[in-house]
């Protein structure tokens, strides 16, 4: 397999695609490492459609013809579990205690939406030249109306068989994410834990098991590590945390303070469903310390984010990131207060000749 199938495929200068990172970038970040020959990635999870149609919009005019990628998730919605809710706030209920919050006037509610009909709608007056997508693939008649406009689709998988199931699907490149990569990870077929490996573990299995290109994503920060990845036979990188530092990230104060920080305190990470209710990497701060970062008390996916948006709305607001999902993936060493730009020809070096 060609090292520069992805590029090829993708219509890109590079094998290099920033990571869709949903509530810590938007048009900016994306228009940056478009225009830097990557491919930038609008996340879509938790943009209505009127804010898709904007953002897009914002990235077509900046880019001209270059390609871009819009990302969304493939979730089941939950059907909301009264008992389970309880359970959630009851053990919330020092913090709020602490904080002088009422929990009675907090709303339930997802904050992040799957691909559905209203999304199609709006993709399709763009007709994006990348869709990709988290957490599966969508239905079959959705999956349909994207193919239909031309677009190329990419989705994360986290063990082998899942990028079999992928790839039995049609997509036209596999995300192999590493157990490294910070964020949710985009495990579908099974929650078991144990069977996530790292990324150079996963990468050569996913290769003999698939024939369609595979993307590396988990542990990949600089050139050094993109350059690995592509030795391996990687078709191509994906690479988010060390994109969260740039001015065009709209991530926190408290984290980018955490990034930025104390190096000891930003390597210690951990898997943690207490802002979702679905397995994330973040960096491990009090609640995670105090509730332990995997539990059983918060709701499915995503009716956790409710209940503990205010606590994180009042530490934020006196710098603190007690109660905030500061996504990290285990290696933050690339990490640089640098324009996307910059940061992506960085990590192009390590691409040249691939």
Excluded at 219 to 226: F, H, L, N
Excluded at 295 to 316: D, G, H, N, Q, V
Aim: aromatic share 6%; proline share 7%.
């Amino acid at each position: 397999m060609a090292r520069n199938t992805i590029a090829q495929l993708l219509g890109t200068e590079l094998p290099l695609i920033q990571a869709p990172m949903a509530g810590a970038q938007g048009s900016a970040m994306a228009i940056a490492v478009s225009n830097a020959g990557a491919l930038g990635s609008l996340p879509c999870a938790m943009l209505a459609p009127d804010a898709i149609r904007a953002e897009i919009e914002a990235i077509r005019q900046a880019i001209g013809s270059k390609p871009y990628n819009v990302n969304f998730f493939c979730h089941h919605v939950p059907v909301p579990d009264a008992g389970r809710e309880a359970a959630w706030r009851k053990a919330l209920a020092p913090y709020y205690a602490e904080f002088g919050i009422d929990a009675a006037n907090i709303p339930a509610g997802a904050g992040r939406n799957p691909f559905s009909d209203a999304g199609a709608d709006v993709l399709e007056a763009f007709r994006p030249p990348v869709v990709s997508f988290h957490f599966g693939l969508p239905s079959e008649d959705l999956l349909a109306r994207v193919r239909g406009w031309g677009a190329k689709v990419l989705s994360s998988a986290t063990t082998v068989e899942e990028a079999q199931w992928l790839a039995a699907r049609g997509v036209d490149a596999v995300i192999a994410q590493g157990l490294e990569a910070g964020g949710h990870r985009g495990h579908f077929l099974s929650h078991d834990l144990s069977r996530q490996v790292g990324t150079f573990a996963l990468l050569p299995q996913v290769l003999k098991a698939v024939k369609v290109p595979v993307i590396a994503a988990g542990g990949i920060v600089d050139a050094a590590s993109a350059r690995a990845a592509m030795a391996l036979g990687a078709a191509g990188v994906q690479v988010g945390t060390s994109y969260l530092l740039c001015p065009e990230a709209t991530i926190t104060a408290p984290h980018r303070a955490a990034l930025s920080g104390n190096e000891e305190a930003r390597r210690h990470t951990a898997l943690t469903n207490l802002f979702t209710g679905r397995p994330a990497r973040g960096i491990m701060n009090r609640v995670m310390r105090e509730l332990g970062p995997l539990s059983a008390a918060p709701p499915e996916f995503p009716l956790a984010t409710a209940a503990i948006a205010p606590l994180r709305a009042k530490a934020e607001g006196q710098g603190s990131g007690d109660f905030s999902p500061l996504w990290s993936g285990q290696n933050a060493s690339g990490c640089k207060a640098i324009g996307a730009a910059e940061l992506t020809r960085e990590i192009a070096a390590g691409l040249h000749g691939a």
